[in-house]
């Protein structure tokens, strides 16, 4: 055997291996979730579970309606703002913006991109929450706070991804565009965009992963009421709120009820990604 088929097979032994401990990873969550939550979710009443308005666990009473209201209102909440915001953006950086300009931009991209959960919730707490609760109803801990400090939050992954997905995009595709007559403009909306559909769907898909799965910032600028809001102005708590809030000290059925929380988390994030694969397929046909 050669030297450059032994690197060959070793290579592709390492990438076996690398992918195998992925999936084994990704089973071993599922079996800890499922096997630690689904006892619970049964014992209290899959109904009662799920869509119960009720969460108090010192009078056993685990409805978790409200959470599941609240990580849906919050997640389209961040996707009216970071998405289009996102994907305009990355388009600007993509094809319009001059070098300077783009220099100047993508390090601030970067370093959003870095910066703590925390951080972001302190910035939501000292700057979203006082400014909203001076100009708007309420007390600014709110669905509105956590739904535009998410939005803000996902913007580095959409623009990146979504930038790079458009960069990828041949070049023959905007010169033959220019040669039909096409503007600028019309030949990225309407040739550059749709050929990269699907780096775009994927930058979503990325996008609304990290705002259903955002913990530390929702906690500390949403209100945390375990209600369902009646307006943007009302105190809200997501699922995963849920779970670190009471997870330190919860024990027995109260533990297992938030276990059981996950599996909803984890099941919803698989639907979301399930209907996004729908749309970017149908995207990809037409």
């Known amino acids: 055997m050669s030297k450059s088929a032994r690197k060959e097979g070793f290579a ?29 979710m049964f014992q209290i009443g899959i109904p009662e579970f799920l869509l ?31 998405v289009p915001a996102g994907i305009l953006t990355a388009i600007y950086l993509s094809r319009f913006a001059g070098s300077r300009v783009a220099s100047v931009l993508r390090p601030g991209i970067e370093l959003l991109a870095g910066i703590p959960s925390v951080v972001y919730g302190f910035f939501g707490l000292m700057v979203l929450v006082p400014f909203i609760r001076m100009t708007m109803p309420g007390r600014g801990l709110s669905l509105l706070a956590a739904s535009l400090l998410l939005g803000i939050m996902i913007l580095p992954t959409i623009i990146t991804v979504a930038k ?6 041949p070049r ?6 220019l040669a039909l007559g096409a503007t600028h403009e019309r030949a ?10 699907s780096g775009i769907m994927a930058a979503v898909v990325l996008g609304v992963g990290r705002a259903i799965g ?7 600028v ?42 909803v988390l984890f099941v919803f994030i698989m639907l979301i990604s399930l209907l996004f694969s729908a749309i970017k397929k149908r995207g990809e046909e037409r």
Not at 214 to 220: G, H, I, K
Request: a negative charge; aromatic letters at 10%.
């Open 188 to 197: 990225v909306f309407r040739i550059l965009v749709p050929a990269a559909f």
């Open 52 to 82: 119960g308005t009720t969460w108090k666990p010192g009078s056993d009473m685990y409805g978790i309606f409200p959470m599941i209201v609240g990580s849906i209102y919050v997640t389209a909440g961040a996707i009216l703002v970071g």
């Open 172 to 177: 023959s595709y905007y010169e033959g565009a």
């Open 12 to 40: 592709r032994a390492l990438f076996t291996l690398a992918a195998a401990i992925s999936i084994l990873a990704v089973a071993l969550i599922c079996v800890f979730l499922f096997a630690n939550g689904l006892p619970a």
């Open 164 to 169: 790079n997905a458009l960069d990828a995009v």
């Open 222 to 263: 949403a209100g945390n009421q375990p209600v369902i809001p009646n307006s943007i102005f009302d105190g809200v708590r997501t699922m995963t709120a849920n779970i670190v809030l009471e997870m330190g000290y919860a024990a027995d059925l109260h533990r297992g009820a938030l276990i059981a929380t996950g599996v």
């Open 214 to 220: 955002e913990t530390m910032a929702v906690v500390m």
